[in-house]
């Protein structure tokens, strides 16, 4: 079993900085060590996306609307996952997920939802113009 508890969203203006956490605990013989750490996130009414990826080998991938504002990283013992948002836009407005999963093998798959076995709760991240 994997649990995974985001936290760190809250409301900014436009323009500001938040920085979400996502707290990873273990039990059983699950082993996390080729899985790949991503980050969604869903606005109402909208499909959840793929915003960052941390591949297990550490590589990140970065959604074209973030990439340059936002940063993933992980500690190296995969107990936390991170993302420092910066320079914040109303249209960063969601729900954000923390989702770990080994099935991704491809470019395209990477900030794919159905690749991923374990999900966090969410934590809601509001920007106001």
């Known amino acids: 079993q994997v649990r995974l508890v985001e936290s760190g969203g809250g409301s900014v203006p436009a323009e500001g900085s938040l920085r979400l956490s996502c707290a990873i605990s273990?039990?059983?013989?699950?082993?996390?060590?080729?899985?790949?750490m991503a980050w969604f996130r869903q606005a109402p009414g909208k499909p959840r996306e793929g915003v960052a990826v941390?591949?297990?080998?550490?590589?990140?991938i970065y959604a074209d609307s973030v990439r340059g504002r936002f940063a993933i990283s992980k500690d190296d013992d995969r107990t936390n996952l991170y993302l420092q948002m910066d320079s914040l836009e109303p249209d960063d407005t969601a729900r954000y997920y923390c989702?770990?999963?080994?099935?991704?093998?491809?470019?395209?798959?990477?900030?794919?939802?159905?690749?991923?076995?374990?999900w966090g709760q969410g934590t809601q991240v509001t920007v106001s113009a």
């Open positions: 273990v039990s059983g013989s699950t082993d996390l060590t080729y899985y790949h």
């Open positions: 989702a770990v999963g080994n099935q991704a093998i491809s470019q395209w798959m990477y900030l794919n939802e159905r690749y991923y076995d374990y």
């Open positions: 941390v591949r297990w080998g550490g590589t990140t």
